[in-house]
């Protein structure tokens, strides 16, 4: 008898339907919490109905995880204090259709583990900066490139973002502050020409400055905004 192991059992002893459905009502769970974070920081309905609207504007559950890990990586006060057993247990709550069925998959510890690894694979995505001769870059959850290791400096934006839109990280090239996208293509949105770019908890969400004087403010696609 084969032994049962984590890199077997989905594909032995899972069913792709459970999965499927899991996943679902799993990622409406995540959904409901992180309006549960963005109540709780800024506390407006334009906050969350920003959030819902873009949310809802992707068509298929691995986008929308893909979207609320982005969410959760730049905003990892989210998840700060939740319980994941709590997630699934939701989800194994709406998935189940009689309460013995339901309480059978609780009692399946092999099964519960396999579904946690799985929330926190999918939802638990944090970048990395990593060092190549004395130069700084910006790595993905799974070792991909997103910025190259060519800068000084670099300070990724932790920011509250309600629209899921791709913010930009703070770099030095040469003794001078810019703005580079973290999409792998080392995106410039802001030249290098500021002596110093301050984070901003709202947008828009960066302050600039040129010879200790504040130029203006920079929106995450690189545009001055004068005061």
């Known amino acids: ?20 459905e899991i996943d679902k009502f799993v990622c409406k769970e995540m959904d409901r919490q992180i ?8 506390g407006t309905k334009r906050a969350m109905d920003c959030f819902i609207e873009q949310l809802n504007s992707l068509k298929t559950i691995p986008e929308r995880e893909k979207s609320i890990a982005r969410y959760i990586d730049f905003n990892r006060k ?18 189940c259709d009689t309460y013995r069925y339901m309480v059978d998959f609780i009692k399946n510890t092999r099964k519960v583990a396999f579904y946690l690894n799985r929330i926190k694979h999918t939802y638990i995505q944090f970048h990395q900066l990593f ?16 910025i190259p290791a060519e800068y000084d400096f670099l300070r990724t934006c932790y920011v509250y973002v309600d629209d899921l839109s791709l913010m930009p990280v703070i770099v030095e090239k040469g003794g001078k502050l810019g703005l ?14 500021y002596d110093d770019i301050e984070l901003r908890d709202e947008y828009p969400y960066f302050e600039a400055t040129i010879n200790k004087k504040v130029v203006g403010y ?3 696609k690189g545009n001055l905004i004068h005061e």
């Not at 580079?180 to 020409?193: E, H, R, T, W, Y």
């Open 180 to 193: 580079v996208l973290p999409d792998g293509k080392n995106s410039v949105v802001a030249d290098f020409v």
């Open 218 to 220: 920079l929106d995450n």
């Open 78 to 95: 989210a998840i700060s204090g939740l319980d994941f057993r709590v997630v699934l247990a939701r989800a194994i709550a709406n998935y």
């Open 131 to 146: 060092e190549e001769n004395g130069k700084f870059g910006l790595k993905d959850h799974e070792g991909k490139v997103l």
């Open 1 to 20: 008898m084969e032994k049962i192991t984590q890199e077997n059992f989905e594909d032995r002893y899972t069913d792709p339907i459970e999965r499927q």
């Open 35 to 42: 309006h549960r974070y963005i109540k709780g920081m800024r």
